[in-house]
């Protein structure tokens, strides 16, 4: 995959960054910390061939994609879900 552009952000002392990343038509947009993902959750945008995943990078759609990666960490989604997995 591709690294398209990185949106570092500091929650509780630690360092995470969005990564939005393009390969095989699809664009990922993930949290990491430590350079590692940070949970289990990937929010993914499936493109025709035909489209220029350049053009996304400063839209409103993708801004709010972003959003919900970032909150999926402010919220503790991932914890809340492991517990109910436990």
Known sequence: M???KRIPFILEEKKYEIR????NNTINVVAFCNNYPANVFRHQIKLSKSVNSEKLLNTDILKEIVDITKNDIIKKRWEKLAAILK
């Open 2 to 4: 591709q690294l398209m």
């Open 20 to 23: 939005i990343l393009y390969g």
